[in-house]
């Protein structure tokens, strides 16, 4: 007896919290006899759904059970669709299919039979005579084909109110349920209530473990999983398309990541409704999606292309602005390929290589492209093993201290000594080393290169200083700066060793934080300037809220330096701000007298490059820093 009480206890409380008292009063007032039918009935449905039944098979189950205790009736569940309001048979075991095509689809409203009557009044409508009842007129002839003589139909409701379904009794015989019957279906309809409740319940847990919250579509695991699926399940040719969405990094940095969120999210509506009902769409990272169609409906890639691209020529309004969005796509068929992550990896690799072509392309997969993303892996391992070993060298490029005239200090530039391809510069691996999660362990090295390089040259050139370039990546690392001052330490080195050249956009990524450890390194007494500056996104006003010493200017302004009046003014007005904050400037790639001349006139306060001083290995540069500055870098050639 104990264990039949034991799912009373578990369900009433339910409903309880909901504030429904409906179901205690109910089962209060309940004759014993019905009472115990309920319990075995409710017992037996409630081990159904916490076994993980589907729902399909408990409802099944319980309307098995109103047959046997109705003579001559026959029962059904149907289910109000919650997103179209439409009434489908979701089980129905005693009865013949003909049921089923009888109500699919009819609408909740006046109008669609007692079904949609007793849906939109929720309440119980009872047809005692099919002939003759005006609300089944509609049905009435098949009603009597199938020997429907009465039908009752009761409401499921949630707590809230909303009908989720409808039981309906079709009766062989014509008459009205007796007192019983009506408590039975009553009953009956609490325990479907529960059950398409847990239903609705495991579906939105399904849907959220499945699907990513920002942009409704699936997440990665799901559209790897479901991919898969469908290339082992089926002879069917299917294509993926990977995309990117061009620019998007530096306008998510000027928007801010609210705003970047709500340009990803329709984004992915709009892909959604390109891919249809036969095609998925899956959210992998950031701004990269993925597209899984079938292979038929890329029977044209230039048109499949075109149509995803099309889809975004109409603006994203957001706020005030409009966005006008263009995608990079690589296509890939599972022509031999067996699996998803493979698919998907070629479908990425055709991106990148459409994206190597300019914004707005797309590149189907082919061979070569295999053989250029077996290359960017192998350059990979190369520069793993670079790192750990000694394949990595720094040079040095000194920097002009304009007030004086001397040589003031050094920054530091990364080359790798490739054992069959020589010296390769930085631009074409640190990239590199930043995608693939290398980045750290590599300005690891660098700092550890230079470091003991300058406790090599602080024995003959006491004081010195190296300006080190510092990655976004490594800045956020955990205990970035302890682990250089411990560094710095254990060389004998005082922290105003180093200055640390910071791009602005690695700065932009996340400014409180680099606020916060470009603060720490101060107080430390390790100094900062911006590099590259100009070429991000940054307000120049932003530049008062940062720790800063001083601000490099992107070489790009002053290459116009000499003979251009326009690229004189930026200039001009860029380092007016930058003095205006109290920061020092530092002007990088002077390339001749002229626009040397000229950032002196503008009051810069250090210059560097390729006029002055190439960069070179530390035997050449500690000469040239011990050596006076010539004169003749000054001088003008006619
Ligand atoms: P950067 O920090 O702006 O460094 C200046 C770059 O301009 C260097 O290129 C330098 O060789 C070049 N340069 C110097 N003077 C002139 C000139 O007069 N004209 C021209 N056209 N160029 C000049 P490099 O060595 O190829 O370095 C490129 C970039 O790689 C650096 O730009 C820096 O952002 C990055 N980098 C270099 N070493 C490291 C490092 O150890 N760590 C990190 N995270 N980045 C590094
Ligand atoms: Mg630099
Ligand atoms: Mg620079």
Redesign the pocket.
């Known amino acids: 007896m104990g264990l039949d009480v034991g799912p009373v206890r578990r369900v009433t409380p339910v409903s309880i919290e909901r504030g429904d008292h409906r179901e205690v009063e109910r089962l209060a007032k309940l004759s014993p006899l019905v009472l115990a039918d309920a319990l075995v009935a409710y017992r037996r449905a409630m081990q159904a759904l916490a076994s993980g039944e589907p729902v399909e098979v408990v409802l099944d189950g319980l309307c098995a059970y109103v047959d046997r205790q109705v003579p001559a009736t026959r029962c059904a569940v149907l289910i109000v669709d919650r997103e179209d309001a439409l009434i489908r048979q979701l089980a129905a075991p005693a009865l013949e299919p003909e049921f089923a095509a009888l109500v699919d689809g009819l609408r909740v409203s006046e109008g669609f039979g007692p079904w949609g009557a007793s849906a939109a009044r929720c309440e119980p409508v009872v047809v005692e005579d099919v002939e003759s009842d005006p609300l089944v007129r509609d049905f009435a002839e098949t009603l009597d084909g199938l020997g429907v003589r009465s039908l009752w139909v009761e409401p499921v409701r949630r707590a809230s109110g909303e009908v989720v379904a409808l039981i309906t009794l079709y009766s062989a015989d014509r008459r009205l349920p007796t007192e019983r019957e009506r408590e039975l279906i009553v009953n009956v309809s609490n325990i479907v209530e529960l059950a398409i409740e847990r239903d609705l319940l495991n579906e939105e847990m399904r849907f959220s473990a499945n699907h990513d919250p920002l942009t409704g579509t699936l997440n990665r695991v799901r559209f790897m999983e479901l991919v898969n699926e469908r290339i082992t399940s089926s002879a069917d040719r299917v294509a993926v398309i990977c995309l990117e969405i061009d620019r998007f990094k530096p306008l998510r940095l000027t928007l801010g990541a609210h705003a970047g969120d709500r340009l990803l999210a329709e984004v992915g509506r709009r892909l959604l409704e390109v891919a249809g009902d036969t095609g998925l769409v899956g959210h992998f990272n950031g701004d990269e999606f993925g597209l899984m169609v079938p292979a038929e409906a890329l029977a044209n890639v230039d048109a499949v292309a075109e149509a995803l691209m099309a889809s975004f020529r109409l603006p994203i309004v957001l706020g005030q602005g409009e966005f006008f969005l263009t995608l990079s796509l690589g296509i890939a068929y599972n022509n031999g390929v067996t699996d998803a992550y493979s698919l998907v990896r070629e479908g990425a690799a055709a991106m990148h290589a459409a994206r190597a072509d300019g914004f707005g392309r797309h590149r189907v997969y082919d061979h070569r492209i295999g053989t250029q993303l077996l290359d960017s892996i192998e350059r990979e391992v190369e520069l793993r093993r670079a790192i750990d070993s000694d394949e990595l060298v720094i ?1 040095y ?1 000194p920097l002009l201290r304009l007030a004086d005239r001397v040589w003031d200090r050094a ?5 790798w000594q490739h054992p069959t391809r020589g010296l390769i ?3 074409e691996f ?1 990239p590199l080393a930043e995608q693939s999660g290398l ?1 750290g362990a ?2 690891d090295k ?1 700092l550890e290169l230079v470091i003991a390089e300058a406790e090599r040259w602080s024995q003959t050139l006491p004081g010195v200083q190296l300006s ?4 976004g990546i ?1 800045l956020r690392r955990p205990n970035f700066g302890d682990r250089v001052l411990t560094m710095l330490e254990a060389a004998g080195l005082p922290p105003a060793t180093l200055l640390f ?1 910071v ?1 602005e956009s690695a700065i932009l990524q996340d400014v409180a934080a680099a606020q916060a450890i470009l603060s720490q390194l101060r107080q430390a007494g390790i100094r900062t300037a911006i ?2 500056f100009g070429t991000g996104y940054s307000s120049l006003a932003r530049l008062g809220e940062l720790p800063i010493t001083g601000v ?1 200017i992107d ?1 790009a302004f002053v290459a116009g330096l000499g003979n251009d009046d326009k690229a004189r003014e930026i200039f001009k007005a860029i380092a007016d701000i930058v003095r205006a904050h109290g920061l020092l400037i530092i002007a ?4 001749d007298a002229r626009a040397l001349a000229e950032i002196d006139a503008f009051g810069c306060d250090f210059a ?4 002055l001083c ?2 070179g290995p530390p035997e050449v540069i500690t000469a040239m820093l011990a050596a006076p500055v010539p004169e003749r870098l000054w001088r003008v050639a006619e």
């Open positions: 040079h490029q920054e530091t530039l990364v080359r510069g930085p631009g640190i980045m590599l300005g660098v080190v370039n510092i990655s490594q050249e791009t590099d590259d490099k070489r990088e790639g002077i390339e560097q490059g390729y006029h190439r960069p």
